[in-house]
């Protein structure tokens, strides 16, 4: 694992600045967050791709400021709320409810029927993970936001009885079948 701080910082600016960007109806709070501490970034040519009397800051290479802005930063969050692990753990890293029906392959040949999430967080702090037609045993993580002081994670109904540390990733062992992981992130 890395340090799993990025993805606290990832759901900071997915759920702040993206949507600040649209508050006024004309996307001109829209601030280019993704490199403003870039070393080149500037406002004057020659390296600005834009015109230097609007060009905020600037990359040097064409578009290459709007990859994570408008409509490319919500899809490329939301294809990344489920990784697999090198290890081969399911890695559930953002929450938010989606779901697939589609089975879902692991290594070592283990497969996952369907997987849901459900929750309104970041209005909630509850998020219900539901997998079902697992076809042997894994480890599933789950990101513990590193300003969650006393994280609760419930399987079938049963509280886990295992330290669970803010700003790390938790593992949880899924057994054959069908479980259902309760996330409960209590807020200050």
Request: aromatic share 10%.
């Amino acid at each position: 694992g890395g340090d799993i701080g990025y993805l606290d910082q990832l759901e900071r600016v997915a759920y702040n600045a993206l949507p600040a960007a649209f508050f006024n109806g004309t996307m001109s709070s829209l601030i280019y967050y993704q490199q403003m501490n870039k070393i080149d970034a500037t406002n004057s040519p020659p390296k600005c791709e834009n015109d230097a009397s609007t060009c905020q800051y600037c990359y040097g290479l064409l578009f290459e400021c709007c990859v994570a802005n408008h409509v490319q930063g919500w899809p490329k969050f939301v294809m990344r709320q489920i990784q697999l692990s090198s290890e081969g753990s399911l890695v559930i890293t953002q929450y938010f409810s989606s779901e697939t029906n589609r089975a879902i392959q692991l290594l070592r040949g283990i497969t996952i029927g369907s997987l849901a999430i459900e929750t309104d967080y970041p209005f909630s702090e509850t998020v219900t993970v539901k997998l079902e037609g697992v076809s042997a045993p894994f480890q599933l993580e789950v990101r513990i936001p590193g300003w969650c002081k006393e994280a609760q994670v419930h399987v079938d109904g049963k509280i886990l009885n295992t330290n669970i540390l803010p700003g790390a990733m938790h593992p949880i062992q899924i057994e054959i079948g069908s479980t259902t992981v309760e996330l409960v992130l209590p807020m200050e």
